[in-house]
């Protein structure tokens, strides 16, 4: 390579990272996602040519009816269902779904989950449940962080408690933690508040709120509730399977 076109080479790296710190850079895409499904002879369409950034730091709600493909656009951004039509791109390169081993690696390194019931294995204590998806590190380091998180949302104490001994707010509380095990680039939250009672709602929501500004990280928020949707920096909507922007 000559020295002119390493020149070049450089500086088209060096703009990459001037585009990555300035905003520029895009850390997830939707472009054209359609997604359908047939019932016998039936084809019924979820979402019509979806398009969509999500840049790092965005705080998103989505509202829509009950089953308008809320929960289905949530799962092709976490890369749990391949869309029918249309493109996913994560840090300006194409998803192919049928890579499953790439596929899931992507997802374990940049996606929380966190849905409207805790799904606790109730076999194993909240400290066991907050570890078991991490990956990457040594277990005495994941203990540690697992234990830091814990201390976060004042659940330390029962650490070693029987999952079924959690009120709904713990449970809830200890499955956003889970979510942020591996210190993912984007959180997305499926009603996370659905199966809660009010109260114990705005205080998982405010616990939302608080992690996303402390980790700036991006966090997409699916909710039936205006109330819940007023926090987002994008409020998005979904009708008719189609996305409108506030």
Not at 74 to 85: A, D, K, N, V, W
Not at 162 to 180: D, F, M, N, P
Request: charge should be positive.
């Amino acid at each position: 390579m000559s020295w002119r076109k390493k020149k070049l080479k450089i500086k088209q790296i060096l703009l990459e990272i001037v585009n990555i710190g300035s905003g520029v850079y895009k850390m997830i895409q939707l472009k054209n996602i359609t997604k359908d499904y047939l019932d016998g002879t039936q084809k019924h369409v979820v979402l019509q040519d979806i398009n969509l950034k999500i840049e790092h730091n965005d705080l998103i709600t989505i509202q829509g009816k009950s089953g308008g493909g809320k929960s289905t656009l949530l799962q092709i951004i976490g890369l749990l269902t391949e869309p029918s039509g249309g493109s996913v791109i994560y840090n300006n390169i194409e998803v192919d779904m049928k890579q499953e081993e790439k596929v899931d690696c992507l997802r374990k390194n940049n996606v929380g989950f966190v849905f409207q019931t805790p799904n606790l294995i109730s076999c194993l204590n909240p400290l066991d449940n907050i570890m078991l998806p991490a990956t990457g590190r040594e277990k005495k380091e994941i203990k540690k962080y697992a234990e830091s998180l814990l201390k976060k949302v004042d659940l330390y104490e029962k650490r070693f408690a029987r999952t079924k001994t959690l009120s709904g707010g713990e449970a809830q509380r200890i499955a956003i933690v889970r979510a942020l095990i591996n210190k993912p680039k984007i959180i997305l939250c499926d009603e996370p508040t659905g199966a809660l009672d009010i109260e114990t709602g705005e205080k998982v929501i405010q616990l939302l709120y608080e992690i996303w500004k402390e980790n700036k990280c991006a966090m997409i928020i699916v909710t039936h509730d205006s109330n819940i949707a007023q926090i987002g920096k994008r409020q998005l909507v979904l009708e008719g399977g189609r996305m409108l922007e506030r």
